[in-house]
């Protein structure tokens, strides 16, 4: 049984910086993509960003391009997600997902996910 298991959330200030991080265990696969979404409340799940595990490709929403950066640690089959200049927009339950599939911010190729951590950016 694959599991992820996601730390790092919490309540920050406007312009603060959180970094997750996501840890994936009982699996086999060279090959995979870990991707994070997130959802607040009354809104529709949106993809934040993605990495692959061959050879480090990323991807980005438009709307966190030049404040999030994701990143990987395949010795320790960990991916995470620093997060900079963080808004109020940015409020919402935030997962982690893997699948075996080529990058992308559709979550439904993503088989696997992890609990969600709540990110809060308030004043």
């Known amino acids: 049984q694959v599991q992820l298991v996601e730390s790092g959330g919490g309540l920050v200030q406007p312009g603060g910086s959180l970094r997750l991080s996501c840890t994936a265990s009982?699996?086999?696969?060279?090959?995979?993509?870990i991707g994070w979404f997130r959802q607040a409340p009354g809104k529709e799940r949106e993809g934040v960003s993605c990495?692959?595990?061959?050879?480090?490709?990323?991807y980005y929403a438009d709307s966190v391009k030049g404040r999030f950066t994701i990143s990987r640690d395949n010795a320790k089959n960990t991916v995470y997600l620093q997060m900079n200049s963080l808004k109020p927009e940015d409020t919402a339950v935030y997962y982690c997902a893997m699948g075996r599939t080529w990058l992308t911010l559709e979550a439904l190729p993503y088989n696997y996910w992890g609990q969600g951590t709540q990110v809060t950016v308030s004043s």
């Open positions: 990495i692959s595990s061959r050879d480090g490709s990323t």
């Open positions: 009982g699996f086999t696969w060279d090959t995979y993509a």
